[in-house]
């Protein structure tokens, strides 16, 4: 599939948009919540896609009147989840966008996890040599749905955001890509 001529570079985001770990992330914060006795149904876990698991259980830890260290509580959750990594499966019809413009145009993952663990992923799924920036949770002040990290991955790439298309498989995701000027894609639909 040809881009428009005004698109010049790609964003994705990773968890559930070119790795399908979702239902692994699910797995790991059942363990979390039990431990922490938080009260975390399935439907809200997935609305709440790309938002760090810091905030996430700092939410919940005030909604619930529950004490917590919510960073520890997420490492916690980042070392339920590290062991199920060799599980990730690519969600093969937006890992083939991104192969296919491989080399034409600039692209970038925006994603809400950290670091070394959307890193992981994508060596995992051998898919990290196509994105000349990676940027996580750690790397912006705002998160999903603010804009914010879709615009430093297309900073980060040298593209005006106006001129990227951003991937999301989360409403929050697609708020913060249009947020950020970008022309958005569900992938809810190509998958």
């Known amino acids: 599939m040809k881009l428009p001529a005004h698109i010049k570079g790609l964003v994705f985001d990773c968890d559930g948009t070119l790795a399908d770990t979702m239902p692994l992330h699910w797995r790991a914060w059942q363990v979390i919540a039990k431990k ?8 809200r ?4 896609g790309g938002v760090p698991s810091r905030d996430i259980l700092k ?30 499966e690519p969600i093969h019809a937006v890992v083939e ?15 809400g996890g950290t670091q070394p663990i959307i890193v992981q992923v994508l060596e995992h799924l051998k898919i990290r040599h196509l ?7 750690e790397m912006v002040k705002n998160q999903k749905p603010a804009p914010d990290i879709f615009i430093e991955a297309a900073r980060r ?13 989360t409403d929050l995701g697609m708020t913060a890509i249009r947020a950020a000027g970008m022309e958005a894609v569900d992938v809810r639909g190509l998958i």
């Open 157 to 169: 790439i040298g593209v005006d955001p106006k001129c990227c298309r951003g991937y999301e498989d």
């Open 36 to 43: 922490y006795k938080l009260h975390f149904p399935e439907d």
């Open 131 to 137: 994105f000349g920036a990676v940027v996580t949770s």
């Open 45 to 48: 876990f997935y609305s709440l």
């Open 97 to 111: 966008i991104a192969k296919a413009n491989y080399g034409k145009i600039p692209m970038a993952v925006a994603s």
């Open 59 to 88: 939410m919940l830890a005030k909604e619930q009147g529950v004490t917590l260290d919510h960073i520890q509580a997420a490492h916690e959750k980042e070392n339920a989840y590290l062991p199920l990594m060799a599980q990730v």
